[in-house]
């Protein structure tokens, strides 16, 4: 089960542009199983009656039902994210009796807010595991939710390390890294761009802020900059606009390091954008909060300022620029971190393990 938002483009066709190098892998791919996803073609073969009912309910709804009818023929049904789907059919899971249903493992990144959490504390029991990669999370599962420490798994977050290489990046990317100052910021939630913005007015200091447009989401960054920046005045050399994944890697490449300003959430809002930073061999400016303390070791491979502190963020962008040698020594870290500690190998096997041992307690509870 996969966030009915994603689609098109299908998984599938996702993974083929990854394998045509022109985006990160897809891992789900990588897990040692047959897989169906469920997606708005349903092809777990609902019944034409059954499928115009469908098309009378949210599309979440829908997948939730429908995950439910077919729970039997599988070993195991994966949620990854897709809490709008994958909650409600939680709920229905707990208080159905069969006992060789498949179990559901879950993949969430942020639980402790508004329904989720509501929801959640009535539905976990019905969720076999809860795989929930930031740390404030799995906390906020234990003590606020109650849930067992062994129905939840915390494996480290994932970076496609082959395709956000910096030896990848166009010999234009490298030419310009070495020509000028130039650093930069990506992302979409919870994004404080204001801040950056106002920090870097007046220093001359050349950035793209790659932010990202999702159709038919309202995020905080827009009603603060305008639908894509249009309402406000930029900082000379400040720049703002979408980018492909391949561009992106040229970003990343050309800049110094990567400033990831957020506001304050007991979530790792802007993983990815640091884990790419990451294995670009680059160093990353973050926003203290308290859900993002997972990737970045203060002074290692980053370092944190305090949430919208312009001034202070001013002066840490300003140091950095003017110490290459220590923005490049904390990117040389953050590659090794991110090919040790974050690898695709390391992520596929933790989410395996979770799995089997998922589809291993059911198979006894059958036997």
């Not at 370092?303 to 963020?313: E, I, K, R, S």
């Not at 962008?317 to 040790?340: F, S």
């Amino acid at each position: 089960m996969v966030s009915a938002g994603w689609f098109p483009p299908f998984l599938e066709e996702v993974a083929e542009q990854a394998k045509a190098g022109e985006r990160s892998k897809v891992w789900l791919y990588d897990l040692p199983y047959d897989l169906t996803v469920l997606d708005q073609r349903f092809a777990t073969g609902p019944s034409k009656l059954r499928r115009l009912v469908y098309g009378k309910l949210p599309l979440p709804l829908a997948f939730a039902a429908e995950a439910f009818r077919v729970r039997r023929r599988y070993d195991a049904i994966f949620a990854w994210g897709a809490e709008a789907s994958s909650l409600p059919l939680a709920l229905a899971l707990r208080f159905s009796r069969q006992r060789k249903r498949a179990p559901l493992v879950a993949l969430y990144s942020w639980i402790s807010s508004g329904n989720k959490a509501r929801l959640l504390r009535w539905g976990w029991p019905g969720i076999k595991t809860l795989v929930l990669p930031p740390t404030a999370q799995a906390e906020f599962a234990r003590t606020a939710l109650k849930i067992p420490a062994d129905r939840i798994a915390s494996p480290k977050w994932v970076v496609d390390t082959d395709f956000f290489n910096e030896e990848l990046a166009t010999p234009e990317a490298h030419a310009a890294h070495q020509d000028s100052v130039m650093i930069c910021s990506a992302g979409r939630e919870m994004r404080d761009f204001a801040t950056l913005i106002a920090a870097l007015d007046g220093t001359g200091v050349r950035c793209h802020i790659a932010g990202s447009l999702v159709a038919g989401m309202d995020d905080r960054w827009r009603a603060e900059l305008g639908d894509r920046g249009e309402r406000v005045g930029l900082p000379e050399g400040v720049t703002f606009g979408p980018l492909s994944p391949a561009g992106m890697r040229d970003l990343y490449a050309k800049a110094r390091f990567v400033v990831l300003p957020l506001h304050p959430s007991d979530t790792d809002n802007g993983i990815s954008c640091m884990m790419e930073a990451f294995a670009m061999s680059r160093a990353v400016i973050c926003t203290r909060v308290d859900g993002q303390r997972d990737a970045l070791v203060e002074g290692v491979n980053g370092v944190y300022v305090d949430p919208h502190d312009a001034a202070a963020l001013r002066a840490e962008i300003l140091d950095l620029v003017a110490d290459p040698a220590r923005a490049e020594k904390m990117g040389r870290e953050a590659r090794r971190l991110a090919e040790t500690e974050f690898g695709m190998t390391r992520w596929v096997a933790a989410l395996t393990e979770v799995l089997d041992d998922a589809m291993r307690d059911r198979s006894a509870a059958g036997s």
